[in-house]
């Protein structure tokens, strides 16, 4: 087969070596004759690996000594009840920005857990673009227990980029989509969480990184396998972990320092997205409606202005190995994902078809 450039949204492509070496020690890991799915995730062997892999991880993101990380199950969504059971105690509220698909899924399912106020800030013009009401001017609680938002809307490809300050109440913030993509201070959050299968290994982990003053709050009815506390105590280990996502995680980690670190990822990350937003821009044959300011440099929705064309270019692209362009269902065109792993070649690779499907459908 030759080369295909796979463009999912999610779970999404991983870096090439990573797999030959995952693929190279599936059967026999680390001299212990077995798989490192088959091991005790108590093994002397394992703990190592993922004290490793927390260690790179914290290396590449520069995350404080006050901070804590979680290797947990149960996805982004996870989180959308894992993060008001742990963080809203009774008798308060917490603040909920929206502005895509994800950051409203959420606000509605923390419902389910106490009192949220939701913060629309998702501006639609007359003509067509999306913009966003700056940070600055959200009309947050002084009293909130905390402020939930997502900086990278996956499905809607909108990326906000600078920190909200939120005067010290603890900012919770879905990265499902962007950890790792460009350098953050963790010491501005309260708490980092993010689905694996986007930026960091297969599905079935999710990372959470949280400030150690915020935990032990968590509301009575909380199960333990989604207690941060608990699962603090017990380095993530309190039930048994996704031990093989955790092991092709701490790959992704050893990866992407060998690469340079998320300094050096960022640049080609920042250059893949011009690439395409160049291409998407200088044609009236393609339209991405999100003010510039505010466009996703991970996930890249465009359509066709004839969008009767839409199956012929998914049909095409398919051919050339260009694979899974198709938008979320719930906004329709296409969407390219270019996560870490997605080489600059494959986003050259995309450019070049698109520029001649245009040509010939003109
Ligand atoms: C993909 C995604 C989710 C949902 O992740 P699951 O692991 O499927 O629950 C949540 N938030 C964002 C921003 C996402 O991109």
Redesign the pocket.
Known sequence: MSEVFNFC??PAMLPKPVMAKAQEEFIHWNNTGSSVMELSHRSDVYMAMAAKAEADLRDLMAIPNNYKVLFCH?????Q?SAVPLNLLPPGKSADYIVNGS?SK??AIEAKNFGEINVINIREEHSDGEISLVPSEQWPLNSDAAYVHY?P????DGIEINDVPNTNGIPLVA????TILSHEIDVSKFGVIYA?A??NIGP?GL?IVIIREDLLGNAQKATPCIMNYETSANNDSMYNTPPTYAWYLAGLVFQWLKAFGGVKAIAKVNQLKAELLYQTIDASDFYTNTVEHQYRSKMNIPFWLKDESLNEKFLAQAEQRGLMALQGHRIVGGMRASIYNAMPIEGVQALVDFMQEFEKGNK
Do not use: I, L
């Open positions: 949204a999610g149960g996805g982004g969504r996870g959308f994800w899924a959420a997502c990278n809307e996956t499905v879905d990265m499902s989509s689905g299968q986007k599905s999710t």
